[in-house]
């Protein structure tokens, strides 16, 4: 018999209600008592409904209501001392290290924030050192596997296992100078052991123990401390399932299959060639392995026929007992429910799946490879091979003037007129910006009132030069400020956009859109990735009208925002028929017909932004240079298309890209500003060491955080990295855009900004 399992779900229940009870906790407006409340119907909910589903392996403990690692940190203990001692609630001392506090006296900085794997989630970065005190406050994995079993539903408890928590983690700033988080795992395993011991305790059968970084470069050299803590585990354990995900396990599997573990997920989604391999070197052992063939990263309909030859391939080496049919990863990167999706044509509603319709097609193919007789099991199968058939005919249309328009790219096309030492002479003309040049990354808050707006947009009860009326108030208010607080390179703000991939999307061909399709970013950041589902171009201009009303409105210059090609398609459910590079180099066309817009209609600063670059690089390094290779072109082939007067800009996110700087370099964007008010200087002495010579903003506060930085912290920050970057390659600005912010905290952290700015001027 063939075994169906669903390795995690969605947070953020059908209509939102995770999301709405935790920012209504933190606004004061609902109690902890109703938060937890409110979470526990939720996943009350979702474990019926995979249980309704055909599930056979239901996940529990993976719910969190800020971040699963984060989740681990706080029940372990490894709680930073600035959170200690502050008489809040355990809860509260969550939620400070997720996000921050400032309230009441208390005033700490968020926890750093890191991408997971290369994905859009964010997790909240265990702080470890030689002083961290390891011991399990208490036992939440263990609550939910008995608030599941409470409810009639049986499940399989997820932990991230000790090897992966501690390599994500950092060091802290209190360790020693070569303090490894690795070493830190005789210490941490009594912790683990407590917590598999009760779940065994209280009945567990098995237990899903994630171990992503095996599928990294690096967990090669972690093979004798995946020994070590596995046989110090598995006697004390339920049964382990060891799950891996997001790529292939290469020749890490001959240490891993000689583990003492009862099973092994794979990732076949993402990485369907080391099916052979695992195989082979399982075959002699008792362990099962768990298929990941329905994807969790993406929400194109499976193709049953294809995940059944898998499955078979396994049944005929180890026997259909010890093989499992599951998604490839959490459900966590998906949407919840296609059923709330009342927007999309029945052509498209039969392309996709989300979670739910997800967790039953596991269950169908795990049917199917047991021998099922039942109808419904036969007629899901045949309905699956109909849906495939029309897809794949769909697929086989495109859309030849796009095709041709590719086909005819020349080299030429990615490289600007000069270099940039000359640009930046004819700029710093053109622009006449002061040293050291404010700036923001171009959002500024969305408030109630613009989503509001919007909102009516939508449903009709304004029209639509009502709402054109509304946006030019908006920008002309945020212009106004900025006049006002002195920042010397403005921005229109961005108020007329919903989301930053999706108001382009919604402007190009080829994409579709969702009502309710929410993905976590991070906390109770939720963002709804478009779809791309056929060749992409630009009927008309997308951005040109607000930015040249923002410039019309000051004399000051104005710089033009666009999201860039390898972000719109990462930050996108992508195409699964053809190569991620065809879609990125459609998407940078389009956007270079919008620079030169925006150039033509007298903007001199042009921003294409590239967050997502760093996050869509492959998870193994013999994959990059391919990867890096057409992102970078295709962000030129955006951009350089302009006059050596339009100054360019970049910006990314979580800039954690010391490893692939020649890339960053190769950008050649004429100034990028990057997150970096919470990483150490070492981002700032690869820039050095590289010799980086474009001008350079380095964040000098976070955004993520409600917190108002003073003018003192922001000169701090300076000095520090003006002794590593020349002056006159630095511009000023904070981590990312503000639209996440509240106006009273981006009032009084811009004016801060501007502040130590002129310090600067003055004293550097
Ligand atoms: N221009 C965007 C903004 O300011 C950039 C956002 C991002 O980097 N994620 O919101
Ligand atoms: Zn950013």
Same mark, same amino acid.
């Given at each position: 018999?063939?075994?169906?399992?669903?390795?995690?779900?969605? @947070?953020?229940?059908?209509?939102?209600?995770?999301?709405?009870?935790?920012?209504? %906790?933190?606004?004061?407006?609902?109690?902890?008592?109703?938060?937890?409340?409110?979470?526990?119907?939720?996943?009350?909910?979702s474990w019926t409904?995979?249980?309704?589903?055909?599930?056979?392996?239901?996940?529990? #403990?993976?719910f969190s209501l800020y971040d699963h690692v984060l989740d681990h940190?706080? &029940?372990?203990?490894?709680?930073?001392?600035? /959170?200690?001692?502050? #008489?809040?609630?355990?809860?509260?001392?969550? +939620? &400070?290290?997720?996000?921050? @506090?400032?309230?009441?006296?208390?005033?700490?900085?968020?926890? !750093?924030?890191?991408?997971?794997?290369?994905?859009?989630?964010?997790?909240?970065?265990?702080?470890?050192?030689?002083?961290?005190? +390891?011991?399990?406050? /208490?036992?939440?994995?263990?609550?939910? /596997? $008995? !608030? &599941? $079993?409470?409810?009639?539903?049986?499940?399989?408890?997820?932990?991230? #296992?000790?090897?992966? /928590?501690?390599?994500?983690?950092?060091?802290?700033k209190e360790a020693s100078p070569n303090f490894q988080p690795i070493s830190l795992l005789p210490k941490l395993l009594p912790v683990y052991k407590q917590l598999l011991s009760e779940l065994k305790a209280a009945g567990a059968e098995s237990v899903q123990i994630d171990e992503p970084i095996l599928v990294l470069d690096k967990g090669a050299e972690l093979d004798k401390q995946y020994a070590f803590a596995y046989a110090e585990l598995a006697p004390v354990s339920p049964k382990i399932m060891l799950t891996t995900y997001f790529n292939r396990l290469d020749s890490n599997i001959n240490f891993i299959a000689k583990l003492p573990v009862a099973g092994l997920h794979i990732d076949l989604v993402r990485a369907p060639q080391q099916l052979g391999e695992v195989l082979a070197a399982i075959k002699s052992t008792p362990i099962v392995i768990s298929l990941g063939v329905v994807s969790g990263r993406n929400i194109w309909k499976a193709d049953f026929a294809a995940a059944i030859k898998f499955a078979q391939t396994a049944i005929a080496a180890l026997g259909a007992d010890r093989v499992v049919v599951a998604t490839s990863s959490s459900l966590l990167h998906t949407p919840v429910t296609l059923a709330s999706e009342k927007k999309l044509t029945e052509q498209q509603r039969d392309w996709f799946s989300f979670a739910l319709e997800k967790a039953a097609e596991v269950a169908t193919i795990a049917a199917v490879l047991s021998g099922s007789q039942d109808p419904k099991v036969s007629a899901a199968l045949e309905a699956n091979k109909i849906s495939i058939a029309k897809r794949r005919e769909f697929e086989s249309t495109s859309d030849d003037a796009v095709r041709k328009r590719v086909a005819a790219i020349t080299p030429d096309m990615y490289d600007r007129k000069s270099p940039f030492a000359v640009r930046k002479e004819v700029q710093a003309k053109h622009l006449n910006l002061p040293r050291f040049p404010t700036t923001t990354i171009g959002s500024f808050p969305q408030t109630k009132e613009i989503r509001t707006a919007r909102a009516?947009? #939508?449903?009709? !009860?304004?029209?639509?030069?009502? %709402?054109?009326?509304?946006?030019?108030?908006?920008?002309?208010?945020?212009?106004?400020?900025q006049e006002k607080v002195g920042l010397d390179l403005l921005v229109h703000g961005e108020p007329e956009r919903n989301d930053m991939v999706q108001y382009f999307g919604e402007q190009l061909t080829g994409f579709v859109f969702t009502q309710n399709a929410w993905v976590q970013s991070y906390g109770s950041r939720y963002v709804r990735p478009p779809i791309i589902v056929s060749d992409v171009s630009r009927p008309t201009p997308m951005t040109v009208r607000w930015s040249s009303y923002a410039q019309s409105v000051s004399s000051k210059p104005m710089k033009g925002m666009?999201?860039?090609?390898?972000?719109?398609?990462?930050?996108s459910f992508p195409r699964d028929d053809v190569p991620r590079k065809l879609q990125s180099q459609q998407l940078a066309l389009a956007l270079r017909d919008e620079v030169l817009d925006l150039e033509k209609a007298g903007i001199s600063a042009i921003q294409v932004d590239e967050p997502a670059i760093r996050e869509g690089l492959p998870l193994r390094r013999s994959d990059w240079d391919e990867y890096l290779q057409w992102a970078v072109d295709t962000f030129k082939?955006?951009?350089a298309g302009v006059t050596d007067a339009t100054q360019t800009h970049s910006?990314?996110?979580?800039?954690?890209?010391?490893d692939i700087f020649p890339s960053i370099q190769r950008l050649d964007a004429d100034v990028i500003s990057i997150e970096f008010s919470k990483s150490d200087m070492k981002l700032l002495h690869t820039f050095k060491q590289y010799g980086y010579s474009n001008q350079i903003g380095p964040g000098v506060y976070d955004i993520h955080s409600p917190r108002i930085p003073s003018e003192a912290e922001i000169i701090e920050r300076l000095k520090t990295t003006l002794a590593i970057i020349p002056d006159h390659l630095m511009f000023i600005n904070p981590d990312c855009g503000l639209k996440t912010r509240g106006w009273k905290e981006t009032e009084a952290s811009l004016a801060n900004l501007v502040a130590a700015a002129r310090w600067a001027r003055a004293n550097a």
């Open positions: 018999m063939v075994l169906s399992s669903v390795l995690g779900f969605p @947070r953020i229940g059908a209509n939102r209600e995770v999301k709405k009870a935790v920012e209504a %906790y933190w606004a004061g407006k609902l109690s902890a008592e109703d938060l937890i409340k409110a979470a526990a119907d939720v996943k009350k909910s409904s995979l249980k309704e589903r055909g599930v056979d392996l239901i996940p529990s #403990g993976e940190s706080a &029940a372990f203990n490894a709680i930073p001392k600035r /959170y200690q001692g502050l #008489g809040l609630s355990a809860l509260d001392v969550f +939620f &400070a290290m997720g996000r921050g @506090r400032q309230a009441d006296g208390v005033d700490v900085p968020a926890c !750093e924030m890191k991408k997971w794997f290369d994905s859009n989630y964010h997790f909240v970065v265990p702080e470890l050192s030689e002083e961290t005190d +390891f011991k399990l406050l /208490y036992n939440k994995v263990l609550a939910e /596997y $008995k !608030e &599941a $079993k409470e409810i009639g539903v049986v499940t399989r408890p997820v932990v991230l #296992g000790p090897i992966s /928590y501690l390599v994500l983690g950092k060091a802290a009516k947009l #939508g449903k009709g !009860e304004i029209s639509q030069a009502e %709402y054109d009326e509304f946006i030019k108030k908006e920008i002309e208010l945020v212009v106004k400020f666009l999201s860039g090609p390898v972000t719109i398609l990462n930050w082939l955006s951009t910006h990314f996110c979580y800039s954690d890209f010391g």
